[in-house]
């Protein structure tokens, strides 16, 4: 498998080498859709201080810690995403006759992949925790990467646990780009401020906020009285990571076992 992965990254970074015109508009994209983020943010918070106690320094920084997770999981995860296309169109029973895990040869399938987005998030955070005052120490450079590897596990078990929903409705795109609408809204802004409900989606069925919230929460040392967790449970994200997996894993097991093809 990893020999496999080292050819996938090779052949990734030499498609994107052969369509440079796309890779530079596709970073002029991604530059231009989290740069209109953080402006929205500002405006913002440019008319309201505050934010049920944050300020733009402080969600700034929160912002960061979701785009670098949701980055690492693009880089290394993002053709999980299409596997609904290829159901559809019959080309994942290719995988299925192959050596190799199945859920592992979909990742691996070579696409034009490039970690510049992810080096663009390692850039924006370090900018962000710099001017959001956090203090770096040990802690703060073990953690991190850590709760970034637990949020992107979070960010692929749910983007699984909808792929696999095709094995049986073979159409989720209107799943998919609600999910995804909720995790790039909602996250945006602290947790806090939204009805209890939402507060409970996004901690406990969907936690996205294990992605941002809670982290930047223990490392800003800020409290919020209408979570039933403390600001502690942001050192939880790689634990929330890896259950969040297991079960997408699980539920894409059975999803595999009773697929039977589109009919192709």
């Given at each position: 498998?990893?020999?496999?992965?080292?050819?996938?990254?090779?052949?990734?970074?030499?498609?994107?080498?052969?369509?440079?015109?796309?890779?530079?508009?596709?970073?002029?994209?991604?530059?231009?859709?989290?740069?209109?983020?953080?402006?929205?943010?500002?405006?913002?918070?440019?008319?309201?201080?505050?934010?049920?106690?944050?300020?733009?320094?402080?969600m700034a920084f929160m912002y960061g810690f979701w785009m670098l997770a949701h980055a690492l999981h693009n880089t290394l995860f993002s053709n999980v995403s299409s596997i609904p296309e290829?159901?559809?169109?019959?080309?994942?029973?290719?995988?299925?006759?192959?050596?190799?895990?199945?859920?592992?040869?979909?990742?691996?399938?070579?696409?034009?992949?490039?970690?510049?987005?992810?080096?663009?998030?390692?850039?924006?955070?370090?900018?962000?925790?710099?001017?959001?005052?956090?203090?770096?120490?040990?802690?703060?450079?073990?953690?991190?990467?850590?709760?970034?590897?637990?949020?992107?596990?979070?960010?692929?078990?749910?983007?699984?646990?909808?792929?696999?929903?095709?094995?049986?409705?073979?159409?989720v795109d209107a799943l998919k780009w609600i999910t995804l609408q909720l995790e790039e809204e909602f996250t945006r802004y602290p947790i806090g401020i939204y009805s209890r409900?939402?507060?409970?989606?996004?901690?406990?069925?969907?936690?996205?906020?294990?992605?941002?919230?809670?982290?930047?929460?223990?490392?800003?040392?800020?409290?919020?009285?209408?979570?039933?967790?403390?600001?502690?449970?942001?050192?939880?994200?790689?634990?929330?990571?890896?259950?969040?997996?297991?079960?997408?894993?699980?539920?894409?097991?059975?999803?595999?076992?009773?697929?039977?093809?589109?009919?192709?």
């Open positions: 498998m990893v020999r496999v992965y080292r050819e996938y990254w090779r052949i990734n970074i030499l498609t994107t080498l052969e369509y440079r015109e796309n890779f530079l508009m596709w970073l002029a994209f991604m530059l231009v859709y989290h740069g209109s983020a953080i402006a929205t943010l500002y405006v913002v918070l440019h008319q309201f201080p505050s934010m049920n106690g944050w300020d733009f320094r402080q290829h159901i559809r169109d019959g080309n994942f029973d290719r995988t299925l006759v192959r050596p190799l895990d199945s859920l592992f040869a979909t990742i691996a399938t070579p696409g034009q992949i490039f970690p510049d987005e992810l080096l663009l998030a390692a850039f924006y955070f370090g900018i962000a925790t710099w001017y959001a005052g956090v203090h770096v120490d040990l802690a703060f450079v073990v953690l991190v990467p850590l709760i970034v590897a637990g949020g992107a596990l979070i960010d692929l078990a749910i983007d699984l646990a909808i792929s696999t929903l095709s094995f049986w409705f073979v159409r409900s939402v507060r409970l989606v996004l901690t406990f069925a969907l936690p996205f906020a294990f992605m941002n919230y809670f982290p930047a929460m223990y490392f800003l040392h800020k409290t919020d009285s209408s979570l039933p967790l403390p600001a502690i449970a942001g050192v939880l994200t790689p634990l929330v990571g890896i259950v969040s997996i297991a079960l997408a894993y699980g539920f894409w097991r059975v999803g595999l076992d009773r697929y039977q093809g589109v009919g192709h």
